[in-house]
């Protein structure tokens, strides 16, 4: 498991506690600040799966509003292409320390 998040949407109190709990677990957790905002919701299981759409992974997402999200299962070529869009965005960030 490794998670890349946009660096000025962190900011908030609840989004900096979600991270240091990651960063307790000793999850890779990178901040990426090259684009305007890092808007990608995705995640790729095993080169295989993925899962992607609007849906943010908040309380308000879950609770209030109006989201969507496929999940592509057995679908490796698109898998790899999430991957390598991914993995960019991964190389781009910087590690985060609390």
Do not use: C
Request: charged share 25%; glycine share 4%; hydrophobic share 40%.
């Amino acid at each position: 498991v490794r998670i890349v998040v946009d660096d000025k949407g962190n900011t908030n109190r609840a989004s900096q506690e979600a991270m240091k709990y990651i960063n307790l677990l000793d999850i890779p957790l990178r901040t990426v600040d090259a684009f305007p905002i890092h808007h990608d919701k995705v995640i790729i299981v095993d080169g295989n799966t993925v899962e992607t759409g609007s849906y943010n992974f908040s309380r308000a997402a879950a609770r209030k509003n109006s989201e969507n999200v496929v999940v592509l299962k057995n679908m490796p070529d698109v898998a790899a292409q999430y991957l390598e869009h991914w993995q960019d965005r991964w190389n781009k960030g910087t590690d985060w320390r609390p």
